[in-house]
């Protein structure tokens, strides 16, 4: 008898995420999502059978790379704007 865990595994999950889902997935809004395309180089969308999807894996990617550039408005804690 299979175990449930290697029943999931036979399915992996969609890397295809709805505007909904990536912004609940990061923690903002749906217009927050489209401002940091436009304003933050947030991963753009891209349409399946006319649904239009984002990529999981782009959006966690992006998300870690703002993680190592912390500080105030991208600039490391103790060093000046120039």
Do not use: H
């Not at 006319?50 to 105030?72: Q, V």
């Amino acid at each position: 008898m299979a175990s449930q865990n290697q029943n999931e595994t036979d399915f992996p999950q969609s890397d295809n995420l709805s505007k909904k889902a990536v912004a609940q997935r990061m923690g903002v809004t749906s217009s927050t999502i489209v401002r940091w395309i436009d304003r933050l180089g947030f991963p753009k969308p891209y349409t399946l059978g006319g649904r239009t999807y984002f990529s999981a894996k782009e959006a966690d990617e992006w998300l870690e790379a703002k993680k190592l550039n912390r500080g105030f408005n991208g600039i490391p804690p103790g060093r000046k704007k120039s």
